[in-house]
């Protein structure tokens, strides 16, 4: 995943992005945010929606086997606006963070991960 800003860090306009997109090395996922075609689909969708990998989504993503429960995990910041595919939406679970924990774009990392997932399936438990 790459910001727009990003993107012009590394030398590119937004000519650039453009015909990266049209010739298709760069899949724009949401206005501002790309990706390359071959990113993992989890991330990429996390990023649609806002956010990044969490919880087991995460763990999946940094190869660990873990149980999961169907759903796409991803974290957003506390201050974020809902999605509308998100909200009453079964298959997103979507951790709110005051603070973002520590990882990359794509996920958070595997520390933080197993941390939220501790909570989540806690939460779970609980109803």
Excluded: F
């Amino acid at each position: 995943m790459a910001s727009t800003a990003q993107l012009h860090a590394l030398g590119l306009d937004d000519m650039d992005i453009r015909i990266s997109t049209w010739y298709g090395t760069l899949v724009r996922v949401r206005r501002g945010w790309y990706a390359q075609p071959h990113a993992d689909p989890a991330a990429v969708e996390a990023c649609r929606l806002g956010g990044r990998l969490a919880c087991v989504s995460a763990l999946k993503y940094h190869g660990e086997e873990v149980a999961d429960d169907g759903r796409l995990h991803i974290e957003v910041p506390a201050n974020a606006v809902p999605r509308p595919e998100t909200v009453g939406n079964d298959a997103v679970r979507v951790h709110w963070a005051r603070h973002p924990s520590p990882g990359d774009q794509a996920a958070v990392d595997a520390v933080a991960a197993h941390r939220q997932a501790g909570r989540c399936a806690a939460r779970t438990a609980r109803g």
